[in-house]
């Protein structure tokens, strides 16, 4: 009897292990095969095969190179005969009248030497292009269109020509013409432009120079000078990068001014009724569920566009964050140092200052630091809806889709601007909470 129980209780636990076993390898081969099957659907539902067909492996590069580079542009008037030179194509970066760079011969034949033995010719009534290895491409505008003459053989595929315009991209730089104009295109390294435009004084002054005149008496000159450049635009940038970190710090401490209060009405220890409790966490569930973008979509048609619209987005989103956070660090004080606050006489407004208050405060500093940090790259998106900030510039210069350069600076501005706030907030966080005084 005795030997038979113990067989059955044997038997009974070797089947609950077998089945423990069981369930074990089934959830180790099982999670990874429903997750494998997820993969899959996602890989085809998403087109992935088509997307990476369609992708353009030259434009991705072109892109990239625009972000390093910057053209000038030399553009011939076909109706006039006009030559004009100008960087990035600008009318603020244009070379004076009859005046251009050492690799441009202007004249009544203007000639423009893209180097390495590409030389394009601008003639009276016909414009030609030498390229090396291949042959002279001579083209006529005129009322008709454009009538090209190539080398003979297969046009290749650098060389796209259609009745109004033919276009030729090489290493050496890009050449296009229609019927009005002809203009090419030469490429560069660097930021061209960034500190002086062609019409400042100090326009192609070396460093040394530069610091020499800057300490005869010049610095004020040398500085207003960079400060107000019309292409790159200085000072702009700096108003549109303390812009974002406004929209930023408004949003986020206006939202922590009000949360703190409404918290104590969600929190289970201080408000005893329970409708009223229930009010005040839907109430932020409510405010923190839509995001900042869609705030700022629905405040914009209230103010308009502008920083405020950004910082009043953050401030709504962010009231409901740190309304639930707040709340659930009430809930979780001590009570014994509030206990020892009210013996000695404190009223309920001295209770919850001296009693509540310190205890919440490391939360309430390392979430509103913490947000901060975080908000100061969302106020970069938000501005770009709103019409504030850097977000602003970033997409404005991404639209136009011909200043790639700027678009890199601005992003580079972005990075060292979160890289900052990252510091700052730490620093702070150090410097409030732990009582670090040495930063370490």
Avoid: C
């Avoid at 890989?43 to 992708?55: N, T």
């Avoid at 100008?86 to 893209?114: F, M, N, Q």
């Avoid at 269109?145 to 890009?174: L, M, Y």
């Amino acid at each position: 009897m005795s030997t038979f129980s113990t067989d059955l209780g044997l038997d009974g636990l070797k089947a609950e292990t077998d089945t423990l076993f069981r369930r074990k390898r089934l959830l180790n081969f099982g999670l990874p095969a429903v997750i494998a099957v997820y993969l899959i659907y996602v890989f085809f539902s998403f087109d992935v095969p088509g997307l990476w067909q369609r992708a353009s492996m030259e434009n991705a590069r072109t892109l990239v190179a625009d972000s390093y580079s910057y053209k000038t542009h030399v553009t011939r008037d076909n109706r006039s005969g006009e030559v004009k030179i100008a960087i990035e194509g600008e009318r603020k970066g244009s070379y004076p009248a009859g005046e251009g760079p050492d690799w441009v011969s202007i004249g009544e034949t203007t000639i423009v030497d893209l180097g390495d033995g590409h030389i394009v010719t601008f003639g009276a009534e016909e414009v030609s292009y030498d390229v090396p290895g291949y042959g002279l491409i001579s083209a006529t505008p005129g009322r008709r269109g454009v009538q090209a003459v190539f080398p003979e053989g297969v046009i290749p595929d650098w060389i796209s020509a259609s009745k109004n315009r033919v276009a030729i991209t090489t290493d050496a730089g890009r050449f296009t013409i229609t019927r009005n104009r002809a203009e090419v295109f030469r490429y560069f390294t660097g930021w061209e432009l960034f500190w002086f435009t062609l019409d400042s004084p100090y326009y192609g002054v070396g460093p040394g120079a530069l610091m020499g005149l800057a300490f005869s008496g010049e610095a004020g000159e040398i500085w207003s000078d960079f400060w107000n450049n019309p292409m790159w635009r200085h000072r702009d940038v700096a108003w549109a990068i303390f812009e974002t970190i406004l929209m930023a710090f408004l949003g986020t401490i206006g939202g922590a001014i009000i949360a703190l209060p409404l918290a104590f009405m969600a929190a289970r220890n201080f408000t005893p009724f329970a409708a009223l409790r229930f009010t005040a966490r839907r109430f932020f569930d409510f405010l923190r569920g839509v995001d900042a973008l869609i705030w700022t979509i629905v405040l914009a048609r209230a103010f308009g566009p502008g920083p405020l619209t950004g910082a009043l987005a953050i401030l709504v989103t962010d009231t409901g964050t740190f309304g639930k956070i707040f709340s659930e660090a009430l809930e979780n004080v001590d009570k014994t140092q509030i206990e020892g606050v009210q013996s000695t006489g404190a009223n309920a407004v001295q209770r919850y200052r001296f009693g509540v208050i310190p205890q919440i405060t490391p939360v309430l500093l390392s979430q509103l630091l913490y947000f901060l940090e975080s908000n100061t790259r969302s106020a970069t998106i938000i501005g770009a809806i709103t019409g504030g900030g850097i977000g602003l510039m970033l997409t404005q210069a991404i639209i136009t889709q011909k200043d790639w350069e700027e678009v890199a600076y601005y992003i580079v501005l972005i990075i060292l601007m979160v890289i900052f706030m990252d510091w700052f907030s730490g620093w702070l966080r150090r410097r409030l909470i732990r009582g670090d005084e040495g930063g370490h």
